[in-house]
C-alpha cells in the first residue's frame, strides 16, 4: 500500500541521509561521521540568553563583564558548576577544534577579540592545546582586514579557504572534492550543466582540518537572507559558490540554499556548539553594518541548535527595529539600504522542518539572565 507523506513530514524525512539526499531540490554527497553532538546538538531548543549593561561602554567591549557572560552562559546552557566541566561535555583532549569568525561587518560590528579569548580559554580549561584550535573565516583577505590573525594567542593557528571572493566563486582550491551541495541553480548566464556551477564545495578546513566546530556567530538583519546569525554563517562560510544564492535583487534563493548547506554531514556534525555575540548588532542594511542601524543589544546567546539561536536571534531584531519605527523584517518593502525585494528568513523555519533544530516556540526552552 502506497503512503503519502505532507510536505513537511517529507522533508525531515530526507534530511538524515548521508550521500546522494534530496534537500530542498538539492542532491548531497558527504558523509561523515554522525555523533550526540551533532546539529541539533546536545540541548536541541535551549537557548540561553546573557546580558550585561556594562559588557560595552564607548563603544568598546569590557573583558570583565564579557567573561561574566561567558562563564554564565556556558554553565546555564550545560548544567554544570565549573567552568572547565562545561566545555568537557563538548571537546576532550586531541580533539582539534575550529572555531569559525565573521568579519563582514567590520569595523562596526564583527567577531570582537574579548570574546574569542574567552573561547579558546575555555577550549584549554577542557584540555585543548593551543597548536589544536583553528581560528577560521573563509576570505584570508576579509580576515587580515579585520585584523583576526592580530589577536590570537601564541599557538593558536588561522586558515581561510581562498584568498578573496570574486563574483563567481567556482575555484574549489580550499575545498573538498568529496563534500558538496548539488543545486538546480546557477549565476545568470552559466550553464546548469555544468558542475561547478551547479556545486557548493564544503572547505577543507571543515572536511580536513578539524574535528570538531564551534560557530562564534553574530546577529544582523540581512537584506536576502532576512537574518544571519548562527545559520547563514555556516551555509555562507564554510562552502563555495555562495552568490548564486543571492545573485540579483529578485533572483532570491537563500530560503532554499541555506538549508541545503548546512545539511550537509561533515558541516552538520563537526558543528557542536554555537555563541552568538550579540553585544553589538544590525537591524537593518545587512550584512554590512552602517552606523545608523547599529546597536548596542549588550546580549550573547548560547546554544547547540542553531535553529532555535536563530529564532530567538530574529525576535531580538524585529524588536529593535519595532523600538525605530520600522516594520518586522519579513514584511519590510526594499529602500537604498536593503535592496532586495523580499527577505528570506523563512530559512530558519525550513531547517527546522529539516530535522537541523527546534522552530517551534513553544518548544524553545528559552533561559534569560541579566548580570550587573
Known sequence: ???????????????????????????????????????????????????????????????????????RGMAELTGTAGWPDAWKLFFEPGDVVGIKLNPVGRPLCMSDP???????????????????????????????????????????????????????????????PDHFMDMALVLPGQDLSNPAARRSYAARFITKDVNKLINLCLIKDHQSAGVTIALKNLSHGLVNNVNRSHSTTTLNACGAFIPASVSIPIIRDKTVLNICDGIKAVYHGGPFARPQFVWEHKTMYFSTDPVALDRIGWEAIDAQRALVGKKPLAEDLPDKFSTFIRRQPEHVEICGAMGLGIWDKKKIDLRKFTLS
Open 1 to 71: 500500500m502506497k503512503q503519502h507523506l505532507k510536505r513537511r513530514d517529507w522533508l525531515t524525512a530526507t534530511a538524515g541521509a548521508t550521500a546522494s539526499s534530496l534537500a530542498l531540490g538539492a542532491q548531497i554527497s558527504s558523509k561523515s561521521d554522525r555523533s550526540k553532538l551533532a546539529i541539533p546538538g546536545l540541548f536541541p531548543g535551549r537557548v540561553v540568553q546573557v546580558e550585561h549593561p556594562g559588557s560595552i561602554i564607548s563603544g568598546q567591549y569590557q573583558a570583565g563583564p564579557v567573561k561574566e557572560m561567558m562563564h
Open 114 to 176: 574579548k570574546v574569542l579569548h574567552e573561547v579558546i580559554d575555555g577550549l584549554k580549561s577542557a584540555g585543548i592545546k593551543p597548536q589544536d584550535i583553528v581560528v577560521y573565516d573563509r576570505y584570508k583577505r576579509e580576515f587580515l582586514d579585520a585584523g583576526f590573525d592580530k589577536w590570537l594567542p601564541d599557538g593558536v593557528r588561522w586558515t581561510f579557504a581562498t584568498d578573496r571572493t570574486d563574483s563567481l566563486q567556482q575555484n574549489i582550491e580550499g575545498y573538498d
